[in-house]
């Protein structure tokens, strides 16, 4: 459908919008087995941008198959490391030509500032997929000296890793293409085939990835995309026998629902979940960092982010100036559409986020909680003004669970102790951050902290490099990192006699 929104659009954003996105099934666009639709909103207003399919089973059955069909010839697989290393280098090259037509897409569908868009669903995205292309021709096996009948000179053994199978994908809606590449592109450098899933909520990056994948040399089959609800594309997707391993990130309840059913065919997992991040604030932290650290980590994305630092512990000293600042900094935020540039403060993504988010600070109120409420927002679109809940109470139930929305909670602790006991007492342990000019501190806090990433003096960072990941029920693996691969690869052991 043509694009009617007040803002002027990348050409190739109005075509692709034009087009009516199909299914990407089999190296191109498909149309759905069913006729149901899927409508996707432009958040900052409320406007139905686009309408994808609701992919039927038999739709993410043609879609496995697809993929297990690449898998079986090896067009992919068996193609030499630095074909599909240059293919996947090529892909890199192509978002990023297209990155302005993907940057404003993602922010038409997800709400999101587009300098956020440029910068990370883009050129960071970009980053990663250099990253792990890279890493296509650099999978290895061991040797072993093994101590079997006769000695090791009649003997060889070793190992190689070879690719999992057919890949099932599901993405989330806060960072869509961002985390969909993130399952993409470890598969495909692995010499996976993948069906990816995005959330229905945003699926639209998704079907231009999948395109350009094909422009840039990835063999139909190798990558596909059904659009759909998670109880039923989902579902279909994640419990269908010829998927392999599932990369999944989103809830922790829906991780877990995911987990369990894998466990029937003992499918390979990887599970990147939710997160109620602290932020311990030290006496002698640099208030200078902090500041604008805890924005960052707190309200980048409308804290629809799932390491976004929630939980602020603050030593007593520096509470009142740590409230005072913070409480000045939202109130100064400019309010506006993802795609009005100088806006800081953008719509969530959808009505539900932003109904349950307004969920937990009425839940607050009526419980008589402290809370500093920035800017005011307008009533069309998803918006919540950032706020601050002041020392919440452990019965608020956003003290504990995972808000996903622009609010952090702040807590005045009398000793790092304290802090760091409160820090700890989750059942999640995604990321958290200490704030600290104490190296001392820094050194014995961050040792005994619990979570899968611990930042000191910044928070909510990552780089391709360093592996991320849970502790506790925030998952299950690790991502990024040098070892990413195997997460996605299989070892086998050969043994010969000689
Ligand atoms: P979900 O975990 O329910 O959804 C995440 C993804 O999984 C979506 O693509 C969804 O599809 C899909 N999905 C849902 N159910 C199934 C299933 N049974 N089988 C296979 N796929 C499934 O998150 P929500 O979107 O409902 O968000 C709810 C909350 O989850 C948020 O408020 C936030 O707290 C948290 N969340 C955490 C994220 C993180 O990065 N850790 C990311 C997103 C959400 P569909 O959207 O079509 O239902």
Redesign the pocket.
């Known amino acids: 459908m043509a694009y009617d929104g007040p803002y002027s659009i990348d050409p190739l954003v109005a075509s692709f919008l034009d087009r009516a996105p199909a299914l990407f099934i089999d190296g191109g666009f498909v149309a759905s087995d069913g006729t149901a639709t899927i409508a996707v909103h432009d958040p900052s207003s409320g406007k139905v941008i686009a309408h994808v399919p609701d992919a039927t089973p038999a739709d993410v059955d043609k879609a496995v198959c697809s993929a297990d069909t690449a898998f079986q010839d090896g067009r992919w697989r068996h193609m030499r490391p630095a074909d599909r290393e240059r293919i996947l280098m090529r892909f890199a090259e192509l978002v990023v030509e297209r990155g302005e037509a993907f940057a404003q897409l993602e922010t038409l569908e997800q709400g999101k500032g587009i300098a956020i868009s440029r910068m990370f669903e883009v050129g960071a995205s970009s980053e990663w997929m250099r990253f792990v292309a890279g890493m296509t021709t650099k999978i290895t096996g061991r040797t072993f000296d093994t101590s079997l009948p006769g000695g090791p000179q009649h003997w060889t053994t070793y190992t190689r890793r070879e690719p999992v199978g057919v890949v099932a994908g599901?993405?989330?809606?806060?960072?869509p293409m961002m985390?969909g590449l993130w399952k993409v592109m470890p598969a495909l450098a692995a010499g996976c085939s993948v069906v990816l899933?995005?959330?229905?909520?945003t699926p639209l990056t998704a079907l231009m990835l999948a395109e350009m994948a094909i422009q840039a040399g990835v063999p139909a089959g190798v990558f596909n995309v059904v659009t759909?609800?998670?109880?039923g594309?989902?579902?279909a997707?994640?419990s269908h026998p010829k998927v392999a391993k599932i990369s999944?990130?989103?809830?922790?309840?829906?991780?877990k629902?995911?987990g369990r059913?894998a466990m029937d065919q003992m499918k390979r997992l990887t599970l990147?979940?939710?997160?109620k991040n602290p932020a311990i604030v030290l006496k002698d932290a640099d208030l200078a960092k902090v500041i604008p650290g805890l924005m960052a980590g707190g309200f980048l994305n409308g804290g629809?982010?799932?390491a976004a630092a929630s939980r602020v512990y603050v030593e007593a000293l520096l509470y009142d100036d740590l409230v005072g600042a913070l409480s000045a900094a939202i109130s100064g935020m400019s309010v506006g559409a993802g795609m009005d540039a100088n806006a800081q403060v953008n719509p969530l993504v959808s009505a539900?986020?932003q109904a349950?988010?307004l969920s937990y600070l009425d839940d607050a109120r009526s419980q008589g909680a402290d809370l500093v409420t920035g800017a005011a927002v307008p009533d069309q679109g998803y918006f919540v003004s950032p706020t601050l809940v002041l020392n919440p109470a452990e019965s608020l139930k956003l003290t504990r669970?995972?808000?996903?929305?622009p609010v952090l909670g702040i807590t005045k602790v009398a000793s790092a102790d304290e802090a760091l006991q409160r820090a700890n007492d989750s059942a999640l342990g995604?990321g958290a951050s200490l704030w600290t000019s104490n190296l001392d501190a820094a050194m014995n806090l961050t040792q005994r902290m619990e979570a899968g990433t611990i930042w000191v003096n910044a928070h909510v960072f990552i780089d391709p490099a360093m592996p991320f990941g849970g502790y506790k029920q925030?998952g299950i693996g690790r991502d990024f990192g040098v070892d990413w691969l195997e997460a996605y690869t299989e070892t086998k052991s050969i043994c010969i006699s000689h």
Do not use: R
């Open positions: 599901i993405a989330p809606w806060n960072f985390i899933k995005p959330s229905e909520v759909g609800f998670g109880a594309a989902g579902t997707l994640t999944f990130t989103g809830s922790t309840a829906t991780g629902a995911i059913s990147e979940l939710g997160g629809q982010v799932c539900a986020q349950k988010v669970e995972e808000v996903f929305g995604l925030s």
